[in-house]
């Protein structure tokens, strides 16, 4: 009832409107300690495709190596199982970088989901 009649002021003509009315009494206020903890959920959230982009941007580096005739020798030449390994490492570490966004999005609400799961835990 309370939010109701806090709320019809919208239907007033908005030069009667005054933004102070509209917050006073805390049921728009944003509270600043939810506001941290979101955004360090969101931060933990981005920690893990950040970290799993250093790990595939070394495997695609030591794909490379590895597939180089001049540095391995005459077992990295093409059509050789070293090389046919190598190679599916490598597009497996290039898929990753090509899903970047998907991998974005998954992250965040996996790491939504875990801090929500660890919160109701608590309780």
Request: cysteine-free; aromatic content about 18%; glycine content about 6%.
């Amino acid at each position: 009832m309370y939010l109701q009649r806090k709320f019809s002021k919208f239907k007033i003509a908005s030069k009667n409107l005054r933004l102070k009315e509209l917050f006073d009494g805390g049921v728009m206020s944003i509270n600043k300690d939810i506001v941290m903890q979101n955004v360090q959920r969101f931060g933990g959230a981005m920690f893990t495709p950040v970290i799993q982009f250093s790990f595939f941007g070394i495997m695609v580096s030591l794909s490379i190596i590895f597939k180089n005739p001049d540095i391995v020798g005459s077992i990295a030449v093409k059509d050789t199982f070293w090389y046919n390994v190598w190679y599916v490492i490598e597009q497996g570490s290039w898929t990753v970088f090509a899903q970047m966004p998907l991998l974005f999005a998954i992250s965040r609400q996996r790491g939504y989901y875990t801090a929500w799961y660890r919160q109701e835990q608590r309780y």
